[in-house]
T-cell receptor
Framework: DAKTTQPPSMDCAEGRAANLPCNHS???????VYWYRQIHSQGPQYIIH???NNETNEMASLIITEDRKSSTLILPHATLRDTAVYYC??????????????FGQGTELSVKP | GEEVAQTPKHLVRGEGQKAKLYCAPI?????VFWYQQVLKNEFKFLIS????????ETGMPKERFSAKCLPNSPCSLEIQATKLEDSAVYFC????????????FGPGTRLTVT
């Protein structure tokens, strides 16, 4: 699985957009970008994923560069409850992978009033 | 149920004692995953099951750790002769399919070995 690089921490003002970057320069053509987050020692929670097109759901948007070497998770209107560690994970979806998640260090996002 | 349930919430064991953790997956989910989080951001995959069969055990320490998922019972993770380094939060996740984005995590069991 491709290695990812994320900034260790970021701050964001409440109500503003939070843009969390992830570098994955060695990503393979069949690898997806997944984002999970962990709020204060709770179990991780899935946010969004994509292959090459930009994606949006009720939680966030995912922007993947054309060369797929980096991506950005966007929380459009961050709230205090979005304070969490955000993990960018790059992996294949082949069934024999086993679906196990390989977490990196993540980005600790602090949303401030 | 609609949530993954893990018991106990906290477990304290003296070094050398046995620890047993339980996980009840979401009803209808065939896959169960165990992860260990030692430090704040360091997750390690341990083992996964498809129903009662081991699906992937590549992360499982060969000694002292064992796990089971038996029909009509919660899944369990057992650590024989615990060591200080086993202190961690152990998360269980379940999934209906082997899809990365469909894993639902439980609240975790915090194991403290003293």
């Amino acid at each position: 699985d491709a290695k990812t690089t994320q900034p260790p921490s970021m701050d964001c003002a409440e109500g503003r957009a939070a843009n969390l970057p992830c570098n994955h320069s060695t990503i393979s053509g069949n690898e997806y970008v997944y984002w999970y987050r962990q709020i204060h020692s709770q179990g991780p929670q899935y946010i969004i994923h994509g292959l090459k097109n930009n994606e949006t759901n009720e939680m966030a948007s995912l922007i993947i560069t054309e060369d797929r070497k980096s991506s950005t998770l966007i929380l459009p209107h961050a709230t205090l409850r979005d304070t969490a560690v955000y993990y960018c994970i790059v992996m294949v979806r082949e069934w024999n992978q086993g679906g196990k998640l390989i977490f990196g260090q993540g980005t600790e996002l602090s949303v401030k009033p | 149920g609609e949530e993954v349930a893990q018991t106990p919430k906290h477990l304290v064991r003296g070094e050398g004692q046995k620890a047993k953790l339980y996980c009840a997956p979401i009803k209808g989910h065939s896959y169960v995953f165990w992860y260990q989080q030692v430090l704040k951001n360091e997750f390690k995959f341990l083992i996964s099951f498809q129903n009662e069969n081991v699906f992937d055990e590549t992360g499982m320490p060969k000694e002292r750790f064992s796990a089971k998922c038996l029909p009509n019972s919660p899944c369990s993770l057992e650590i024989q002769a615990t060591k200080l380094e086993d202190s961690a939060v152990y998360f269980c996740a379940s999934s209906q399919r082997v899809e990365v984005h469909e894993q639902y995590f439980g609240p975790g069991t915090r194991l403290t070995v003293t």
